[in-house]
């Protein structure tokens, strides 16, 4: 038996059958790790965080989808690629804006530029795989309705960015999308693209004291703390 939801014109989007209760199982332990890692203290956090990380691997490493319901493929690259394009003009825009209000900060050079920012593309990426081929995956499999399941695993997506409210917002909402346009090409690299985009477009334009340098969970309480501390005159 087979777990179908809808595709644009490839009957790509099948996945392989499995007992719900195991579904169930590794979606809420895998998010209940990482909610762990996003509000433990460093440097326990770090040790966590290889833990979660290795335990997620495994879990898809056994209930492995295949590379085409993954969307780990070239078919549909192009296809997809709008959703770069309208990330490019949201960040040509934020960045218009941000220029205007004085809120741009931004390496002095293209070299600086990538080696500030080259960790998060790849994190980008690594979050696009979570939402898209670890959470919605396992979703589709519990609920029949594949733009339920893509709500759901955008507002799981985006809790996991509390308390900061910008991050947890734009992620609600770049989430959903996000899960939607996969089920319609089911390619994941343009939303890896993309995603990373979006971040660095909030890295830059958005002023560290607002949204506390993008940090989440416990580092976003933390944040004051450690900025007043930077700030205070050395005796």
Known sequence: MVVREPSSSEPDGVLPQRPKLRVFLELVSAYALILIVCWTPRPAQRVLWWF?????????????????????????????????????????????????????????????FIKTYWAYALWAAAQQFLLQCFFLSRLLRLFPNSWLAAFIAALIFSLAHLPNPILTAV?????????????????????????????????????????????????????????????????
């Open 171 to 235: 992620t609600l909402i770049w989430g959903f999308a996000a899960c939607l346009v996969f089920l319609r090409y089911r390619n994941l690299y343009p939303l890896a693209i993309a995603h990373a985009i979006f971040g660095i477009t909030i890295a830059i334009t958005i002023p560290g004291p607002l949204d506390h340098n993008m940090r989440v969970g416990r580092g976003y309480l933390t944040y004051r703390h450690m900025h007043r501390q930077q700030t205070l005159p050395q005796p």
């Open 52 to 112: 979660a990380a290795s335990t997620i691997v495994v879990f898809t490493t056994i209930s492995f989808d295949g590379f085409k319901a993954m969307g780990l493929r070239l078919a549909n690259f192009l296809r997809s690629l709008w959703i770069v394009g309208v990330a490019g003009l949201v960040a040509a825009l934020a960045v218009l804006t941000s220029t205007r209000l004085g809120t741009m900060h931004v390496p002095a050079t293209p070299f600086l």
